[in-house]
């Protein structure tokens, strides 16, 4: 569908499309502001959750000369409490909306021939972004539990890049695919293997048989990589920074505890799915696309082990362990391992990442060279570019909504069955629980009101 065909983004908002219900309150001022229109030959941004991840993908779209970031969004207005992230050192580092816009004037301002620039709004409120008229797409990195609204509401007339994992459920997935379907939008998962030669190199060898009949996939993730509060933990004052109520938005109201926001929303089950679908989505997708199943899934799912803790503020898995297996006799399995590898097994050799090192049996696969009749994989150097090129040709992206909604889905299912302690039959195609009425109940949840899917 082309965009010219889509219904205009006012109609949307006002519930015409009958797809998303919600509070409509966005000032007059929010609908198009004179000098904000980037030029024509760029396209504009908004950037809609500016937290650690969230300023590292505005930056890089900040580095695309024909892309212009007009407005950013934040429930957090400016706080240095995002903690640690694992490899990028955020201890006392500054985020939320007015950072954001800082950076990007800033950035504007250094390329300025006057050395000043005034350009960039920023919003508590994502619908303020969406009503604009000026924009023409968003970047999504907001906690899971904020993926499902702003996506499917954004896709009437915006393209869109939304961080991974792609949901917090599989019910919510299937909106956003519907949604992106229905407008023709140029969708962008951030899962960035797809745009690493690397890990293209690894799937093209597995897909051209240099391992034989793939058999198993092995994918190892990190432990929770931060402590949680004492199990008698106590409701705090809510910061003048923080926006709480908007932050919770569809999750159910509880007392505010700073474990609960920022980065640690990663260890709560009404956020996101834990560690398996953070770190999870990256290595299912890249399972995914070796095995050649980027639109569907297994047909079966079995807890091998999962632990979740049985009180306290973290309610993620502590320890991730169960299989999948496919339609094609694959069995892929994924474990909590810090040192674990990304392995490919197969009847006639098998192939593994294990800390940035390539290795395989026989040795000569990992140095084979695809020939040029043989299947060679999506193409893509960098996933932000990557996004803008689709734009300006509506082509499909390196990792389109269908493909990361698919590799969500099987951390999703990994959960469910680790929870409920079983093995669980899935069918792929209609995307339910085969005789589990009570995993088909997990496979969705209700939104606090007003929102709603």
């Keep these: 569908m082309s965009r010219d065909s889509t219904i205009s983004r006012r109609a949307f908002l006002r519930g015409a499309a009958g797809v998303l219900a919600f509070p409509y309150v966005v000032p007059s001022s929010a609908l198009g502001k004179a000098g904000t229109v980037a030029p024509s030959s760029r396209i504009a941004m908004g950037s809609i959750g500016v937290g650690g991840m969230g300023t590292n993908n505005m930056r890089a779209f900040l580095a695309q000369d024909d892309v212009q970031v007009v407005a950013v969004c934040d429930v957090v207005k400016a706080s240095n409490e995002y903690g640690h992230w694992y490899k990028k050192g955020w201890q006392g580092a500054w985020f939320g909306r007015e950072p954001a816009r800082k950076i990007v004037e800033d950035y504007y301002a250094n390329k300025s021939q006057s050395g000043r ?5 920023a919003y508590n409120d994502f619908r303020n972004i969406l009503s604009r008229d000026d924009i023409d797409a968003v970047c999504v990195t907001t906690p899971d539990h904020w993926h499902a609204v702003p996506v499917v509401m954004a896709a009437a007339g915006k393209d869109i890049y939304c961080e991974k994992p792609l949901s917090l459920t599989i019910a919510d997935g299937q909106a956003m695919v519907a949604a992106v379907q229905r407008y023709g939008t140029v969708f962008q998962t951030g899962t960035q293997r797809r745009s690493s030669q690397q890990f293209r190199n690894i799937c093209e060898l597995v897909r051209n048989g240099r391992i034989g009949r793939l058999k198993k996939i092995i994918t190892s993730i990190g432990p929770n990589n931060k402590e949680a509060p004492p199990k008698d933990w106590r409701p ?15 999750a159910p109201w509880v007392p505010y505890h700073k474990s609960r926001c920022l980065y640690t929303f990663r260890f709560g089950l009404d956020y996101s799915g834990g560690q398996t679908t953070n770190l999870g989505a990256h290595w299912i997708d890249v399972a995914q696309w070796a095995n050649g199943t980027d639109e569907t899934g297994p047909i079966e799912v079995e807890d091998l082990g999962g632990v979740f803790p049985s009180d306290g503020l973290f309610t993620t898995a502590t320890k991730v362990h169960f299989r999948a297996r496919y339609a094609n006799g694959v069995e892929l399995i994924m474990k909590t391992d810090p040192n674990g590898p990304l392995r490919f097994e197969g009847t006639e050799g098998w192939i593994q990442l294990k800390q940035g090192e390539l ?14 009749d043989e299947i060679h994989l999506y193409k893509s150097k960098d996933h932000h570019r990557n996004l803008i090129d689709c734009i300006k040709t509506r082509g499909r992206t390196a990792a389109p909504v269908e493909v990361g909604h698919r590799s969500t889905s099987i951390c999703h299912l990994g959960n469910i069955a680790m929870m409920l302690k079983r093995k669980l039959r899935w069918d792929p195609d209609n995307e339910l629980f085969i005789d589990s009425e009570e995993a088909n109940r997990m496979l969705s949840r209700s939104m606090r009101s007003p929102w709603r899917l």
């Design 117 to 121: 620039y005034k350009g960039c709004d």
């Design 236 to 250: 705090g004052p809510v910061p003048d920074w923080l926006d709480y109520d908007m932050w919770l938005g569809p």
């Design 359 to 372: 290795t395989s049996s026989p040795e000569s696969v990992k140095d084979s060279t695809i020939g040029p």
